[in-house]
């Protein structure tokens, strides 16, 4: 088997549309540079992603240098969005942290709620003393994540993704696979492993950079959603919930935790230190 190294790197700049493909990435202490920035909220400051909005995976924003987007959709015209100046925050709600945002600017709030017929607010988390600190269970004092669910990195492993589609197969909605790595959202994705390998992980380097295993990933229904089309199927929740259970968790891919910063490129070996 070949050692394994980083395949692909992505990043998502606003939180829940969708991927950026990027051939590197700067790893900083909250996350990768320029993944998820910005964020939807709703009217009353509460996150909103395809957990609730399953269009916005048809919603692209690519980044521009200095941190700024361009949001695209089918049939819209593109929207340039700038940083917005450092200023009056509002206060938001990600899932059960409270955290303070600057608001972009009115023709973003305009352009994202037509598209999803919805009136949402995009927002941008623009200063280090206001990320969010990580669960303490997992992580050592002080440390932040940026709008990402909970944790800096997610990783996952193509051979984890075929042995899930071997399972997929399997079952009764074989037809809604096999299931392409986009409906899992992950940051780095490893190739050159057996088959749930990741399980037993607690420390590996991916090129210069270091990162502690803290956590398996639960999915949600989002990685039931098409991530071209903004489709809601059964899989991979149903094959999950028989195969890789843990309690009220449904398992795949593994949160980490960077121990030192760098550049990720894709090509990069992947060594599990622990």
């Known amino acids: ?25 700067a790893v900083e202490p909250w996350g990768l540079g320029g993944d998820r920035r910005w964020m939807l909220v709703d009217t009353t400051g509460k996150v909103v992603t395809q957990r609730q909005q399953p269009r916005m995976a048809l919603i692209s924003a690519v980044p521009e240098p200095g941190g700024g987007i361009v949001l695209t959709a089918p049939g819209r015209a593109a929207l340039t969005v ?26 973003a709030h305009a352009w994202l709620g037509e598209y999803l017929g919805a009136e ?22 002080g440390e932040t994540v940026n709008l990402a ?9 193509l051979a984890s993704l075929d042995a899930l589609n071997a399972l997929i197969a399997e079952g009764d909605h074989a037809g809604e696979g096999p299931l392409p790595m986009n409906r899992f959202r992950p940051n780095a994705v ?3 492993t057996t088959a749930w390998a990741e399980d037993d992980w607690s420390r590996l380097s991916i090129g210069d950079v270091t990162f502690r295993v803290v956590k398996p990933c639960a999915r949600c229904v989002v990685t039931t959603t098409d991530q071209h089309t903004g489709r809601r199927g059964a899989e991979p929740l149903r094959t999950l919930a028989r195969h890789r259970r843990s309690g009220k968790d449904l398992l795949f891919g593994q949160n980490l ?3 030192s910063a760098g550049v990720i490129r894709v090509g990069d070996p992947v060594r599990v230190l622990d």
């Not at 669910?149 to 492993?157: A, I, K, M």
């Open 190 to 192: 490893v190739t050159g």
């Open 82 to 107: 700038e940083v917005p100046e450092p200023g009056q925050t509002t206060g938001v709600v990600l899932h059960s942290s409270r955290l303070d945002v600057v608001e972009a600017a009115g023709s």
């Open 149 to 157: 669910d909970g944790f800096p990195l997610l990783l996952t492993t």
């Open 257 to 259: 935790i960077p121990d």
């Open 1 to 25: 088997m070949p050692s394994p190294e980083l395949s692909a790197v992505h990043i998502h700049p606003v939180k829940s549309l969708a991927a950026c493909t990027v051939a590197e990435a």
């Open 120 to 141: 949402v607010r995009l927002v941008h988390l623009d200063a280090p003393d206001r990320r969010r600190l990580i669960d303490p269970a997992y992580a050592r004092p």
